[in-house]
C-alpha cells in the first residue's frame, strides 16, 4: 500500500460527559496510575517513569454487545501534562499505535467537562478493516469509564476536604 493509503486516520470521538466536581480533582483521578485491583478487575501498574512519561500495563473492562465484559490488557506510553490533559499511545496489540487523549475542561468552580477522542493510522486494509471493527468496542468502553469516574469523582468530591463544596 502507498503512502496515500497509510497517512488515512480512522477516528474515535469525541465522547464527551460532564462531572459535578471540580476539574483539579477530576484530573488528579484521571492522572493516578499505578491502581490496586478494583472491583470490576481493572488495575493499572506503572512499568517506567520519566518525568510526566510512563509506561503502564492496564487491565480494562471492555463492555462486549453479548456476554458482559472482558478484561483486556494493554501496555501504554502515558503523558501526564496538568492541569488537563493525558495522552496514550498504545505499545504493542491490536490497535498499536492508537493515539488518545483525555482533555479536561473546567465548567464551573465544581462542574467539570470531559472530552475523549483518539486517532489510528492504520498501517494496512487488514488493520483498517479491524478497526472497523474495534471502534464501537473502544466507544462503549470510554463511555463506561467516564461513567465510571463521573460517580467516583462526585462521590469524593461530596466527601472532599482538599476540594469543599464551594
Known amino acids: 500500500m502507498g503512502a496515500a493509503g497509510r497517512s488515512r ?3 474515535v470521538g469525541p465522547i464527551e460527559s460532564s462531572v459535578d466536581a471540580p476539574a483539579a480533582l ?6 493516578s496510575m499505578g491502581q490496586p485491583r478494583r472491583p470490576n478487575g481493572e488495575q493499572s501498574t506503572i512499568l517506567a517513569r520519566e518525568g510526566n512519561r510512563l509506561v503502564c500495563e492496564f487491565w480494562t473492562l471492555v463492555p462486549m454487545p453479548i456476554g458482559g465484559g472482558r478484561i483486556v490488557r494493554t501496555r501504554e506510553e502515558v503523558r501526564l501534562l496538568p492541569p488537563d490533559r493525558v495522552q496514550y499511545r498504545h ?3 491490536p490497535l498499536r499505535d492508537l493515539r488518545e487523549e483525555i482533555v479536561v475542561e473546567p465548567l464551573a468552580p465544581r462542574r467539570t467537562r470531559l472530552r475523549y477522542c483518539a486517532t489510528y493510522r492504520p498501517k494496512t486494509l487488514l488493520h483498517r478493516l479491524g478497526f472497523a471493527i474495534l471502534r464501537p468496542l473502544v466507544e462503549r468502553t470510554m ?3 467516564f461513567t465510571d469516574l463521573r460517580g467516583r469523582a462526585e462521590a469524593r468530591a461530596r466527601r472532599s476536604r482538599v476540594y469543599p463544596a464551594s
Open 143 to 145: 463511555v463506561a469509564h
Open 91 to 93: 505499545l504493542d496489540g
Open 9 to 11: 486516520a480512522s477516528t
Open 26 to 31: 477530576v484530573y488528579e483521578m484521571l492522572s
